[in-house]
């Protein structure tokens, strides 16, 4: 264990004497819980080596075996966590360090044994620097969702994003995405956002409208795991400006350029919220917070639940969120362990939490676990930078947007406090 | 936070932590007064999406407001879930 979780770890301990477990029972849950996204991690190694990556077994060259990803499968149709749709996500480490003729059989695999009970879907993450004619009919043949890892020009890319040599891989990546482009396989991008990102909102548009990218994700750099600080942690004006460029280009590009948080958050005040109810209560959804929504899954079969990178991240009073291993036990069956009873019970108090105290809680239902953990030192605490980066100043940003187009079509009316009188 | 908050979040995670419902959660002020703002936005987006013309949207923005018509952010997979870790 690291200095820093050991202080992570004496903080919680400190501040909660009496850590409170809280029981699971699925019967508490109304609709019932499905199981949305199965994140499969079939190794943990990475051929890159980027600064702020938060990922502790990188170097680890462990591979998932067929029989790891067909439990992980057969543990979701025996659980009866499987509705009508799955996202199967291939991730964590680099998934094309893998040979291609794993996908080849683990896909089929997977169609096997949850193909009968529901419509499954493939998606893959990658740093885009392995792409070749080879991945690219591997993508066709499974009909597989490309997401590239790209942070916008090479000025800024290469900052963060290196070889393990130390050189910047900005250059193979845009060779990845031509491929991906030969090859007519539509891909969307995904750019951590630091603190230099920030000042230059307008190269990092530029770089996706040059380059044939329509949507974008912009995950603004994090404090989580192994990356201890985040880059933008004090710069939370420059951010509110950025957000503010990005939407203006969003509208200028006319639908050639999409911003995922800006889409999410024009989502979110377009439609109603979904929602679940917990003990007779109503929450709004947030899969990072209901059990086994998302579940990720090990190269060894280990298994956890709620944020995604919380699994197997080092932590004594939580052990290392590993909550059972698909060779051993089925999902459900975890949720009698210690350590699910703990983790469970501080993730819907830090839900209270922000329900208690948060604008935002009716458009988001309770944030994300491993940044209250890593922000915060704490599962059940409330606001974090992810929040505000993430949700409430793009939320804000396209709300007040809303409001004053709506005002300039009425004569006399600038802002857009007077949209609830108009006709 | 103001201690009558902290007060409120105490009672109220006690009630659901020991299983026992709570009728609501007490919602901050500025949380009502931001879902006020969301729910006159949402109206007019639909009056302009139903083709009620009587705000004038101009036409750069009016994909924003026709949403359902507008953009692909439905191609992206499980979009809710997609919060924070394909992120690096």
Redo the contacts between chains.
């Keep these: 264990m690291s200095i820093a979780s050991a202080i992570r770890w004496f903080s919680r301990t400190s501040s909660h004497a009496e850590p409170?477990d809280?029981?699971f029972d699925v019967g508490d849950f109304s609709p019932d819980i499905k199981t949305?996204?199965l994140?499969l991690q079939p190794t943990p190694f990475c051929n890159i080596r980027?600064d702020?990556?938060?990922?502790p077994d990188r170097d680890s060259t462990a591979r998932m075996t067929l029989e790891t990803a067909r439990l992980a499968g057969k543990r979701l149709v025996d659980d009866g966590l499987l509705g009508d749709e799955l996202?199967v996500?291939w991730?964590a480490g680099e998934p094309l360090v893998m040979p291609p003729n794993f996908y080849d059989e683990a896909i089929p695999v997977l169609a096997e044994v949850m193909g009968p009970h529901c419509k499954v879907?493939h998606?893959i993450?990658t740093n885009a620097t392995l792409i070749d004619d080879a991945w690219c009919d591997l993508f066709k043949r499974h009909a597989i969702?490309i997401?590239v890892?790209v942070d916008g020009p090479a000025t800024l890319h290469d900052r963060h994003r290196h070889t393990r040599a130390g050189r910047g891989t900005h250059q193979r990546v845009l060779h990845g995405m031509e491929t991906l482009r030969e090859h007519d396989i539509p891909f969307?991008a995904?750019a951590?956002v630091s603190a230099e990102t920030l000042a230059h909102a307008d190269a990092f548009c530029d770089f996706f409208l040059a380059n044939g990218v329509?949507?974008v994700?912009c995950?603004f750099d994090?404090a989580e795991g192994s990356n201890l600080r985040s880059s933008i942690a004090d710069k939370e004006q420059s951010h509110a400006r950025f957000i503010d460029r990005l939407l203006e280009r969003s509208?200028?590009s006319?639908?050639k350029l999409?911003f995922?948080e800006l889409?999410?958050a024009?989502?979110?005040?377009?439609?109603p919220m979904a929602s679940y109810r917990w003990?007779?209560?109503e929450f709004p959804?947030?899969?990072?917070t209901i059990p086994f929504?998302?579940i990720s899954v090990a190269h060894n079969g280990d298994f956890s639940t709620f944020?995604?990178?919380l699994l197997g991240q080092p932590s004594l009073d939580y052990g290392n969120f590993i909550l059972g291993n698909v060779h051993q036990s089925g999902f459900l069956e975890s949720a009698g362990r210690a350590n699910f009873g703990e983790i469970w019970?501080a993730i819907?108090?830090g839900t209270?939490?922000c329900?208690?105290?948060?604008?935002?809680?009716?458009?988001c239902g309770g944030g994300?676990p491993?940044?209250k953990l890593y922000e915060n030192g704490d599962l059940a605490s409330g606001e974090t930078l992810?929040c505000r980066t993430?949700l409430k100043r793009p939320f804000d940003a396209v709300?007040a947007?809303?409001?004053q187009?709506?005002a300039?079509?009425?004569p006399g009316q600038t802002t857009?406090v007077q949209?609830?009188v108009?006709? | 936070?103001k201690p009558i908050?902290w007060l409120?979040?105490l009672l109220?995670?006690g009630l659901?932590?020991s299983?026992q419902?709570?009728a609501?959660?007490?919602k901050?002020a500025?949380?009502e007064?931001?879902?006020?703002?969301?729910l006159?936005?949402?109206k007019?987006?639909r009056?302009v999406a139903s083709g009620d013309q009587?705000?004038?949207?101009?036409d750069?923005?009016a994909?924003?407001?026709n949403?359902p018509n507008?953009?692909?952010?439905n191609?992206?997979?499980?979009?809710?879930?997609?919060?924070?870790?394909?992120?690096?």
């Design positions: 409170r809280l029981d949305r996204l994140i980027c702020y990556c938060y990922l996202t996500v991730h879907s998606s993450q969702r997401g890892s969307h995904i951590v329509h949507e994700g995950n994090e509208i200028e006319e639908g999409c995922r889409d999410m024009r989502h979110l005040i377009a439609e003990r007779g209560r959804e947030n899969a990072q929504a998302l944020s995604p990178e019970g819907q108090r209270e939490t329900a208690a105290s948060c604008a935002h809680f009716g458009f994300a491993a940044n992810y993430m709300l947007r809303l409001e187009t709506a300039q079509g009425k857009g949209i609830g108009m006709p | 936070m908050r409120a979040l109220i995670g659901g932590l299983g419902a709570s609501s959660v007490e901050p500025d949380r007064a931001l879902e006020a703002r969301v006159d936005v949402r007019a987006m009056d009587s705000n004038e949207v101009p750069q923005l994909q924003w407001y949403w507008w953009g692909n952010w191609n992206w997979p499980n979009w809710r879930n997609w919060g924070n870790w394909f992120n690096r």
